[in-house]
């Protein structure tokens, strides 16, 4: 059973930092033949995509609201992504969600959801 497990939410001031990351396990496939993912959601909001990182983290593509806070990164010995986050103002607190799709002949048109976790800012 393919499991995301997203932890490091949290609140935070604004101008704060978190890390947020993701275990997975349960891939059929080896954690490297897929794409991860970090979307956020706040109330009323559609799920919108924040970072992205390839198989072996070569290509990143970050979210024009990044502007350069956050980055993104993967352990694949570890089956780990990460989020690291920093400047946060209030319009990023959302519930932030790990995803991660395959990109491989084997892989491909598969994806993965975690449940998310909270972030909060305060001004």
């Known amino acids: 059973q393919v499991q995301l497990v997203e932890s490091g939410g949290g609140s935070v001031h604004a101008g704060g930092s978190l890390t947020l990351s993701c275990r997975v396990s349960g891939f059929t496939y080896l954690f490297n033949d897929y794409y991860m993912d970090w979307y956020r959601q706040s109330p009323g909001r559609d799920r919108e995509l924040v970072a992205e990182?390839?198989?072996?983290?070569?290509?990143?593509k970050y979210a024009g609201f990044v502007k350069g806070r956050f980055t993104i990164s993967r352990d694949n010995s570890k089956a780990t992504v990460s989020l690291q986050m920093n400047s946060l103002e209030p319009e990023d607190a959302a519930v932030y969600y790990c995803?991660?799709?395959?990109?491989?002949?084997?892989?491909?048109?598969?994806?993965?959801w975690g449940k998310g976790t909270l972030v909060t800012v305060s001004a």
């Open positions: 995803h991660g799709r395959g990109t491989t002949t084997l892989t491909s048109g598969s994806e993965f």
């Open positions: 990182i390839s198989n072996l983290g070569g290509t990143i």
